[in-house]
Protein backbone atom coordinates (compact mmCIF):
# COMPACT_ATOMS: atom_id res chain seq x y z
CA UNK A 1 0.00 0.00 0.00
CA UNK A 2 1.81 3.42 -0.99
CA UNK A 3 -1.00 5.37 0.04
CA UNK A 4 0.59 8.09 2.69
CA UNK A 5 0.57 11.66 3.28
CA UNK A 6 2.72 13.80 5.94
CA UNK A 7 0.22 16.54 5.84
CA UNK A 8 -2.82 14.46 7.09
CA UNK A 9 -0.72 13.02 9.68
CA UNK A 10 0.36 16.38 10.66
CA UNK A 11 -3.17 17.14 11.44
CA UNK A 12 -3.71 14.25 13.39
CA UNK A 13 -4.90 11.38 10.73
CA UNK A 14 -2.42 8.69 10.09
CA UNK A 15 -3.68 6.24 6.75
CA UNK A 16 -0.62 3.71 7.92
CA UNK A 17 -2.21 3.56 11.43
CA UNK A 18 -5.51 2.50 9.66
CA UNK A 19 -3.87 -0.28 7.28
CA UNK A 20 -2.07 -1.92 10.52
CA UNK A 21 -5.52 -1.67 12.09
CA UNK A 22 -7.17 -3.62 9.15
CA UNK A 23 -4.19 -6.37 9.08
CA UNK A 24 -4.48 -7.14 12.41
CA UNK A 25 -8.11 -7.69 12.73
CA UNK A 26 -8.33 -9.58 9.45
CA UNK A 27 -7.74 -12.92 12.05
CA UNK A 28 -11.19 -12.08 13.89
CA UNK A 29 -12.95 -11.42 10.73
CA UNK A 30 -12.05 -14.75 9.43
CA UNK A 31 -13.58 -16.29 12.30
CA UNK A 32 -16.90 -15.44 10.88
CA UNK A 33 -16.80 -16.02 8.20
CA UNK A 34 -19.86 -17.86 6.66
CA UNK A 35 -20.93 -19.56 3.32
CA UNK A 36 -23.00 -16.38 1.79
CA UNK A 37 -19.55 -13.82 2.12
CA UNK A 38 -18.57 -13.77 -1.50
CA UNK A 39 -16.53 -10.66 -1.15
CA UNK A 40 -12.77 -9.63 1.34
CA UNK A 41 -12.31 -6.76 3.72
CA UNK A 42 -11.59 -3.78 1.50
CA UNK A 43 -13.99 -3.40 -1.23
CA UNK A 44 -16.44 -0.82 -1.25
CA UNK A 45 -19.10 -3.36 -0.49
CA UNK A 46 -19.56 -6.44 1.35
CA UNK A 47 -21.06 -9.17 -0.83
CA UNK A 48 -23.36 -11.74 1.00
CA UNK A 49 -25.04 -14.22 -1.24
CA UNK A 50 -28.54 -15.35 1.28
CA UNK A 51 -28.92 -19.19 1.41
CA UNK A 52 -32.64 -19.07 0.36
CA UNK A 53 -33.51 -23.02 1.14
CA UNK A 54 -36.53 -23.77 2.44
CA UNK A 55 -37.47 -19.69 1.97
CA UNK A 56 -40.64 -19.14 -0.42
CA UNK A 57 -41.19 -15.50 0.02
CA UNK A 58 -38.06 -14.08 1.70
CA UNK A 59 -38.56 -10.83 3.61
CA UNK A 60 -35.05 -9.06 4.45
CA UNK A 61 -35.04 -7.44 8.68
CA UNK A 62 -32.72 -4.83 9.36
CA UNK A 63 -31.09 -3.38 12.57
CA UNK A 64 -29.24 -0.77 13.92
CA UNK A 65 -27.62 0.09 17.26
CA UNK A 66 -24.93 1.16 19.22
CA UNK A 67 -23.42 0.37 22.67
CA UNK A 68 -23.56 3.90 24.13
CA UNK A 69 -22.27 4.96 27.49
CA UNK A 70 -21.33 1.85 28.68
CA UNK A 71 -18.15 2.11 26.36
CA UNK A 72 -17.33 4.70 29.46
CA UNK A 73 -16.59 2.25 31.64
CA UNK A 74 -14.04 0.37 28.92
CA UNK A 75 -12.12 3.49 28.78
CA UNK A 76 -11.97 3.89 32.51
CA UNK A 77 -11.09 0.18 32.81
CA UNK A 78 -9.03 0.11 29.51
CA UNK A 79 -10.63 -3.08 28.00
CA UNK A 80 -12.07 -2.83 24.77
CA UNK A 81 -12.26 -6.72 23.80
CA UNK A 82 -15.70 -6.90 24.81
CA UNK A 83 -17.76 -3.89 23.77
CA UNK A 84 -17.74 -5.77 20.02
CA UNK A 85 -19.83 -8.29 21.40
CA UNK A 86 -22.59 -5.94 22.86
CA UNK A 87 -22.44 -3.51 19.59
CA UNK A 88 -23.44 -6.76 17.83
CA UNK A 89 -26.09 -8.28 20.37
CA UNK A 90 -28.13 -5.19 20.21
CA UNK A 91 -29.18 -5.76 16.70
CA UNK A 92 -29.55 -9.08 16.23
CA UNK A 93 -31.28 -9.34 19.04
CA UNK A 94 -33.74 -7.04 17.56
CA UNK A 95 -33.93 -8.39 14.42
CA UNK A 96 -34.74 -11.87 16.36
CA UNK A 97 -38.36 -10.37 17.67
CA UNK A 98 -39.09 -10.22 13.50
CA UNK A 99 -38.46 -14.25 13.88
CA UNK A 100 -35.89 -13.13 11.14
CA UNK A 101 -31.83 -15.33 11.19
CA UNK A 102 -29.10 -12.51 11.11
CA UNK A 103 -26.97 -13.00 8.27
CA UNK A 104 -24.25 -10.55 8.33
CA UNK A 105 -23.28 -7.77 10.17
CA UNK A 106 -21.45 -4.57 9.26
CA UNK A 107 -19.21 -1.98 12.37
CA UNK A 108 -18.51 1.50 12.61
CA UNK A 109 -16.01 3.03 15.10
CA UNK A 110 -14.96 6.69 15.04
CA UNK A 111 -11.49 7.28 17.03
CA UNK A 112 -9.95 10.66 18.05
CA UNK A 113 -6.69 8.52 17.14
CA UNK A 114 -5.97 5.33 15.84
CA UNK A 115 -4.21 3.00 17.66
CA UNK A 116 -4.00 -0.21 15.56
CA UNK A 117 -3.76 -2.42 18.57
CA UNK A 118 -6.62 -0.78 20.65
CA UNK A 119 -8.59 -1.24 17.17
CA UNK A 120 -8.10 -4.76 16.47
CA UNK A 121 -9.30 -5.87 20.50
CA UNK A 122 -12.53 -3.62 19.72
CA UNK A 123 -13.38 -5.69 16.49
CA UNK A 124 -12.29 -8.99 18.32
CA UNK A 125 -15.27 -8.35 20.24
CA UNK A 126 -17.47 -7.90 17.06
CA UNK A 127 -16.09 -11.13 15.52
CA UNK A 128 -17.32 -13.11 18.84
CA UNK A 129 -20.26 -11.52 18.98
CA UNK A 130 -20.93 -12.82 14.96
CA UNK A 131 -19.91 -15.90 15.94
CA UNK A 132 -22.31 -16.20 18.50
CA UNK A 133 -24.82 -15.13 16.16
CA UNK A 134 -23.97 -17.02 13.40
CA UNK A 135 -23.62 -14.31 11.27
CA UNK A 136 -20.88 -12.84 9.02
CA UNK A 137 -18.82 -9.48 9.50
CA UNK A 138 -18.58 -8.62 5.95
CA UNK A 139 -17.35 -5.06 6.45
CA UNK A 140 -16.83 -2.00 8.49
CA UNK A 141 -15.20 1.71 8.79
CA UNK A 142 -12.91 2.84 10.79
CA UNK A 143 -12.76 6.84 10.91
CA UNK A 144 -9.86 8.41 12.62
CA UNK A 145 -11.50 12.24 13.66
CA UNK A 146 -8.88 14.41 15.62
CA UNK A 147 -10.53 17.10 17.80
CA UNK A 148 -14.07 15.52 17.23
CA UNK A 149 -13.21 12.49 19.77
CA UNK A 150 -10.79 12.74 22.46
CA UNK A 151 -7.73 10.79 21.83
CA UNK A 152 -8.42 7.87 24.00
CA UNK A 153 -12.18 8.04 22.93
CA UNK A 154 -14.26 6.01 20.29
CA UNK A 155 -17.61 5.44 19.38
CA UNK A 156 -19.03 2.10 18.05
CA UNK A 157 -21.98 1.39 15.83
CA UNK A 158 -22.96 -1.42 13.94
CA UNK A 159 -25.84 -2.48 11.58
CA UNK A 160 -26.76 -6.36 11.26
CA UNK A 161 -29.23 -7.93 8.73
CA UNK A 162 -31.33 -11.10 8.75
CA UNK A 163 -34.09 -12.57 6.50
CA UNK A 164 -37.52 -14.64 7.01
CA UNK A 165 -39.77 -15.80 5.32
CA UNK A 166 -43.00 -13.73 5.43
CA UNK A 167 -45.24 -16.36 6.24
CA UNK A 168 -43.09 -17.03 9.30
CA UNK A 169 -42.92 -13.55 10.23
CA UNK A 170 -43.76 -13.20 13.97
CA UNK A 171 -48.54 -12.25 14.30
CA UNK A 172 -48.41 -10.43 17.70
CA UNK A 173 -52.22 -9.74 16.36
CA UNK A 174 -52.74 -13.80 17.32
CA UNK A 175 -52.20 -12.90 20.93
CA UNK A 176 -54.97 -13.12 23.32
CA UNK A 177 -55.95 -12.97 27.12
CA UNK A 178 -54.30 -16.19 28.59
CA UNK A 179 -51.02 -16.33 26.83
CA UNK A 180 -47.67 -16.99 28.26
CA UNK A 181 -45.06 -14.62 29.00
CA UNK A 182 -41.54 -15.96 29.65
CA UNK A 183 -38.74 -14.66 30.59
CA UNK A 184 -34.68 -15.50 29.24
CA UNK A 185 -32.53 -14.72 32.00
CA UNK A 186 -29.75 -11.18 31.01
CA UNK A 187 -26.11 -11.54 31.80
CA UNK A 188 -26.62 -8.29 33.69
CA UNK A 189 -27.19 -4.68 32.18
CA UNK A 190 -26.40 -5.30 29.08
CA UNK A 191 -26.08 -2.24 27.46
CA UNK A 192 -28.87 0.36 28.65
CA UNK A 193 -29.06 2.78 31.09
CA UNK A 194 -25.35 3.52 31.64
CA UNK A 195 -25.63 7.30 32.15
CA UNK A 196 -27.62 6.61 35.20
CA UNK A 197 -25.36 4.01 36.79
CA UNK A 198 -22.32 6.62 35.85
CA UNK A 199 -24.37 8.56 37.58
CA UNK A 200 -25.20 6.33 40.57
CA UNK A 201 -21.72 5.19 41.14
CA UNK A 202 -19.46 8.07 40.68
CA UNK A 203 -17.80 6.14 38.25
CA UNK A 204 -14.04 6.51 38.35
CA UNK A 205 -10.96 4.00 37.96
CA UNK A 206 -11.08 3.22 41.92
CA UNK A 207 -14.96 2.62 42.45
CA UNK A 208 -14.54 0.11 39.52
CA UNK A 209 -11.77 -1.75 41.16
CA UNK A 210 -14.46 -1.99 44.63
CA UNK A 211 -15.42 -5.58 45.00
CA UNK A 212 -18.73 -6.41 45.82
CA UNK A 213 -19.51 -9.64 47.56
CA UNK A 214 -22.86 -9.80 46.49
CA UNK A 215 -21.77 -9.75 43.02
CA UNK A 216 -19.11 -11.90 43.60
CA UNK A 217 -16.87 -9.50 41.20
CA UNK A 218 -15.69 -5.79 41.22
CA UNK A 219 -18.02 -3.10 39.83
CA UNK A 220 -15.80 -2.57 36.89
CA UNK A 221 -15.96 -6.44 35.11
CA UNK A 222 -19.78 -6.63 36.59
CA UNK A 223 -20.28 -3.85 34.35
CA UNK A 224 -18.99 -4.75 31.58
CA UNK A 225 -20.03 -8.11 31.18
CA UNK A 226 -21.39 -8.10 27.68
CA UNK A 227 -24.99 -8.16 26.48
CA UNK A 228 -26.22 -11.58 26.27
CA UNK A 229 -27.19 -12.66 22.47
CA UNK A 230 -30.03 -15.25 21.92
CA UNK A 231 -30.33 -15.83 18.50
CA UNK A 232 -29.28 -19.44 19.07
CA UNK A 233 -32.30 -20.15 21.39
CA UNK A 234 -34.71 -18.03 20.22
CA UNK A 235 -33.92 -20.13 16.45
CA UNK A 236 -34.59 -23.13 17.98
CA UNK A 237 -37.91 -21.65 19.92
CA UNK A 238 -38.91 -21.03 16.87
CA UNK A 239 -38.38 -24.24 15.50
CA UNK A 240 -40.30 -26.29 18.06
CA UNK A 241 -42.69 -23.95 19.31
CA UNK A 242 -45.51 -21.70 17.99
CA UNK A 243 -44.15 -18.15 19.37
CA UNK A 244 -46.72 -15.09 18.80
CA UNK A 245 -43.80 -12.55 19.50
CA UNK A 246 -41.33 -11.82 21.11
CA UNK A 247 -39.53 -8.29 23.27
CA UNK A 248 -35.92 -7.28 23.59
CA UNK A 249 -35.79 -5.32 26.85
CA UNK A 250 -33.31 -2.70 26.55
CA UNK A 251 -33.68 1.69 27.39
CA UNK A 252 -37.12 1.51 28.32
CA UNK A 253 -37.13 -2.06 30.39
CA UNK A 254 -40.05 -3.39 30.78
CA UNK A 255 -42.70 -0.56 30.17
CA UNK A 256 -41.32 0.34 27.17
CA UNK A 257 -40.24 -2.56 25.40
CA UNK A 258 -43.11 -5.22 26.56
CA UNK A 259 -45.87 -3.39 24.69
CA UNK A 260 -44.03 -2.90 21.49
CA UNK A 261 -45.21 -6.42 21.06
CA UNK A 262 -48.81 -6.00 22.14
CA UNK A 263 -52.01 -5.77 20.25
CA UNK A 264 -53.56 -2.10 22.09
CA UNK A 265 -56.16 -4.32 23.90
CA UNK A 266 -53.63 -6.53 25.92
CA UNK A 267 -51.41 -6.00 28.59
CA UNK A 268 -48.61 -7.56 30.16
CA UNK A 269 -49.38 -8.72 33.45
CA UNK A 270 -46.04 -9.71 35.24
CA UNK A 271 -45.73 -11.18 38.86
CA UNK A 272 -43.03 -9.35 40.62
CA UNK A 273 -42.29 -12.19 42.69
CA UNK A 274 -41.27 -14.49 39.81
CA UNK A 275 -38.12 -12.02 38.26
CA UNK A 276 -35.45 -12.74 39.26
CA UNK A 277 -33.35 -9.44 39.73
CA UNK A 278 -29.95 -10.12 39.49
CA UNK A 279 -27.56 -8.46 42.36
CA UNK A 280 -26.70 -5.86 40.00
CA UNK A 281 -30.06 -3.93 39.73
CA UNK A 282 -30.51 -4.41 43.68
CA UNK A 283 -27.06 -2.47 44.43
CA UNK A 284 -27.99 0.23 41.87
CA UNK A 285 -31.51 0.62 43.70
CA UNK A 286 -29.83 0.93 46.94
CA UNK A 287 -26.83 3.03 46.27
CA UNK A 288 -28.92 5.20 44.22
CA UNK A 289 -32.27 5.03 46.03
CA UNK A 290 -34.11 5.04 42.83
CA UNK A 291 -37.63 3.49 42.94
CA UNK A 292 -38.60 0.27 41.65
CA UNK A 293 -40.99 2.11 38.98
CA UNK A 294 -37.79 3.93 37.79
CA UNK A 295 -36.06 0.35 37.73
CA UNK A 296 -38.48 -1.49 35.66
CA UNK A 297 -38.49 1.94 33.23
CA UNK A 298 -34.93 2.24 32.82
CA UNK A 299 -33.40 -1.48 33.22
CA UNK A 300 -33.41 -4.70 31.99
CA UNK A 301 -33.91 -6.06 35.79
CA UNK A 302 -31.93 -9.66 34.65
CA UNK A 303 -34.70 -10.27 31.91
CA UNK A 304 -33.07 -9.93 28.23
CA UNK A 305 -36.20 -11.09 26.21
CA UNK A 306 -39.66 -11.74 26.86
CA UNK A 307 -40.90 -14.17 24.55
CA UNK A 308 -45.34 -14.86 24.28
CA UNK A 309 -46.63 -18.34 23.80
CA UNK A 310 -49.96 -19.89 24.12
CA UNK A 311 -50.09 -21.76 27.83
CA UNK A 312 -50.56 -24.76 26.39
CA UNK A 313 -46.72 -24.46 24.82
CA UNK A 314 -45.29 -22.64 27.97
CA UNK A 315 -43.55 -25.81 29.51
CA UNK A 316 -42.19 -26.62 26.14
CA UNK A 317 -40.71 -22.99 25.25
CA UNK A 318 -39.00 -23.12 28.37
CA UNK A 319 -37.41 -26.32 27.70
CA UNK A 320 -36.11 -25.54 24.52
CA UNK A 321 -34.96 -22.48 25.44
CA UNK A 322 -32.84 -24.19 28.64
CA UNK A 323 -32.02 -26.85 26.12
CA UNK A 324 -30.10 -23.70 23.92
CA UNK A 325 -27.90 -22.89 26.98
CA UNK A 326 -30.18 -19.96 28.23
CA UNK A 327 -32.36 -19.96 31.80
CA UNK A 328 -35.72 -19.48 31.06
CA UNK A 329 -38.95 -19.42 33.54
CA UNK A 330 -42.68 -17.75 33.82
CA UNK A 331 -42.98 -14.60 33.85
CA UNK A 332 -46.71 -13.57 34.17
CA UNK A 333 -49.38 -13.62 31.29
CA UNK A 334 -51.61 -11.65 29.04
CA UNK A 335 -55.11 -9.66 29.98
CA UNK A 336 -57.43 -7.80 28.77
CA UNK A 337 -56.21 -4.37 29.78
CA UNK A 338 -55.06 -1.20 27.84
CA UNK A 339 -52.49 -0.20 30.57
CA UNK A 340 -49.48 -2.24 29.06
CA UNK A 341 -47.71 -3.40 31.57
CA UNK A 342 -48.94 -4.50 35.12
CA UNK A 343 -46.27 -5.36 37.65
CA UNK A 344 -48.40 -6.91 40.73
Known amino acids: MKSYSESYKKAGVDVTAG ?24 GFGGLFEIDMTGISKPVLVSGTDGVGTKLKIAFLMNKHNTVGIDCVAMCVNDII ?40 LIGGETAEMPGFYPVDEYDLAGFAVGVVDKDKILKPETQKAGDVLIAIKSSGVHSNGFSLVRNVFTVNEQNLKRHFSDLGTTLGDCLLTPTKIYVKAIMNLLDNVNVKSISHITGGGFY ?34 IPERDMFNTFNMGVGMVVCVDKNDADKAVSAINESGEEAYILGELVESEEGVIIC
Open 19 to 42: YKAVELMKAHIAKTMTSGVLSGIG
Open 97 to 136: CCGAKPQFFLDYIAVGKNYPEKIADIVSGVAEGCVQSGCA
Open 256 to 289: ENIPRSLPKNLSAKIERNAVQVLPIFDLIARTGN
